[in-house]
């Protein structure tokens, strides 16, 4: 039985878009992105995360700086 997978499929990814760089600098987290309410209202999901996962895989890592993530502990 063929089972879809809620992630998607990239294909022909050729380059580094400014909205996958967004993606990737966000940790392909849907919260907070500006995508997540313009697919909240559909059926459709959001197929940024394959297309990262995909640049990556056959581009490789942009060259950008990630974001330092401090938690403060009480």
Known sequence: MFK???MGRAIAV???T???LECYKRG??????FYSDFFS??????QMKAAVLEL????GTPNVE????LEQTL
């Open 18 to 20: 400014p909205t996958a």
């Open 41 to 46: 209202a559909t059926a459709q999901k959001c």
């Open 28 to 33: 392909c987290n849907c919260e907070g992105c």
């Open 66 to 69: 990630l974001p330092q993530v």
């Open 4 to 6: 879809s997978r809620d």
């Open 56 to 59: 990556v895989r056959t581009i």
């Open 14 to 16: 050729k380059r580094w």
